[in-house]
């Protein structure tokens, strides 16, 4: 939802650079043997075997279809149990009732999926409310498809890092191109949600 979408504006501007992507579950640690020249990966930076750099630290957020709290205003007491939509595990439901002082409205109940865009993707549909956050919903926020109902936004303690292997070729060739593009994406997409947050408060 972040990286692929800009791929194609790295291959134009380098041709002559030939991609190998892999994706895995975020439940799949790297392994230390891994082959690979370079990765991306959610974490802590607590890896042995790679260096690793920050790249994107993530901020998490309700979000719905334009027209899913009809014409008035959007009000937490408004949520029920249906339109609850889980990415993967409940604990985010739980902490943003709680935050929104929500009650009685049970934080497992609603619908879980196991990849993130299937959550996103329901929510534009208008079949609930989804966790987004900056990483994964910025297309969706840009385009409209999704809004943020309430203000309330929530820290996640993990980021995105890249990690190399501890070797002398990691950072040579086309793999250190790849990773400057890649710092000034992130930069870009941060600059991008600081609009963005100023425009949602005024």
């Known amino acids: ?88 595990s409940t604990f985010w439901w739980a902490a943003f009732l709680n935050s929104l002082g929500v009650t009685g409205v049970n934080p497992s109940g609603g619908t879980l999926y196991n990849q993130t865009y299937l959550c996103l993707e329901a929510a534009a549909r208008g079949d609930g409310i989804a966790i987004g956050d900056e990483v994964s919903s910025r297309d969706y926020l840009d385009t409209g498809r999704l809004i943020i109902p309430f203000p309330l936004r929530l820290p ?20 250190l191109r790849f990773k400057r593009w890649l710092t000034e994406e992130a930069t870009e997409h941060r600059l991008w949600f600081t609009d963005f947050w100023l425009t949602q408060s005024s």
């Open 1 to 88: 939802l972040w990286l692929f979408p800009r791929l194609p504006r790295f291959q134009r501007a380098n041709p002559d650079v030939e991609i190998a992507l892999t994706t895995l579950s975020y439940s799949q640690p790297i392994r230390d043997d891994e082959p690979l020249e370079f990765a991306i990966s959610w974490g802590r930076g607590e890896w042995r075997s790679h260096i690793f750099e920050p790249l994107l630290t993530n901020t998490n957020f309700l979000v719905c279809s334009p027209g899913f709290f009809g014409k008035s205003a959007a009000d937490p007491n408004q949520i029920v149990e249906d339109h609850l939509i889980h990415d993967r």
């Open 156 to 175: 996640a303690p993990d980021s995105y890092y890249i990690l190399t292997p501890r070797s002398e070729t990691a950072n040579q060739g086309p793999s």
